[in-house]
């Protein structure tokens, strides 16, 4: 059974340093999962126009908008506080 690919929003508040700090973090996990997904990293104020197709939203800064896909906070790959959790939040709503 083939499992589809999914498309991960990685999005920080301003340049793209955290953003590729947690996307880089989001792609290991998967890789090591088995995962086939597509991460697309922008700005929060881009998110809208990535939207379309994602089955998740990770963030290193606030959104105060709901794109109607799930968000995790990506701030504990940036701080390694809450990092297992975090993990574990990602792959329940990529496995489901």
Known sequence: MQIEKKKIIVACGGAVATSTVAA???RALCKGQGLDV???QCRVSEIGS???GASLI???SKVSKDYGVPFISGMPFISGV???ETEKA???VLKA
């Open 24 to 26: 880089n973090s989001v």
């Open 82 to 84: 809450g990092v297992v």
């Open 58 to 60: 990770v963030a290193t």
């Open 90 to 92: 990602i792959l329940d």
């Open 38 to 40: 597509e991460i697309v």
């Open 50 to 52: 990535h939207i379309h």
